[in-house]
């Protein structure tokens, strides 16, 4: 099943969409994204999903709204770099990036981080290169609203409910 969920004006999840069907392809989301507008879905700022190709490229061609990539799912990739002894303080040192109080300081402490990680695991680096602008997204709304905006676990928790 395919649970679409949102974080109205109130601040509060509501779920406004679900379909059954593959999940994978552009042309699946796409049309799973063209009913939601269909029925009266209107500004979306940001959708927070894993890195699926095809459900970003549906999401910038049918809303035009900014993509997150869920920062649980970056840290599981991330945490892939790095021997499992290493993981807490690899993932401490990546999250002085989430607490800071505006996007421009978590970039910086996010390329500071990313350039201190690289000597030991240059793939973790880069990675963190790439991920910056998905992973850090969520840093330009209000920070009350941001705690709601960065991760896809009440999703995940909704949909291990429904199957």
């Known amino acids: 099943a395919i649970i679409a969920m949102a974080v109205n004006t109130d601040g509060r999840r509501e779920i406004v969409g679900l379909h059954i069907g593959p999940s994978e392809a552009e042309p699946f989301w796409a049309s799973f994204l063209k009913d939601l507008v ?3 879905l209107k500004g979306v700022k940001l959708v927070i999903s894993d890195a699926h190709e095809g459900l970003k490229a549906a999401i910038r061609r049918v809303i035009g709204a900014t993509w997150q990539r869920c920062r649980v799912h970056f840290a599981r990739n991330a945490l892939a770099y790095v021997p499992r002894g290493q993981h807490a303080m690899v993932a ?3 999250r002085q990036a989430f607490i800071q109080p505006d996007r421009k300081s ?3 402490t996010w390329r500071h981080v990313a ?9 973790l680096g880069a990675l963190m290169d790439e991920a910056e602008e998905d992973v850090l997204a969520y840093m330009t709304f209000p920070s009350q609203h941001r705690v709601k ?4 676990n009440p999703l ?3 949909n291990k409910e429904v199957k």
Do not use: C, F, Y
């Not at 905006?149 to 896809?152: A, C, R």
């Open 115 to 123: 350039d201190q990680l690289r000597g030991r695991w240059p793939k």
């Open 92 to 94: 401490a040192a990546i």
């Open 149 to 152: 905006l960065h991760s896809t």
């Open 106 to 108: 978590a970039g910086e």
């Open 156 to 158: 995940e928790r909704l």
């Open 38 to 40: 269909r029925r009266g």
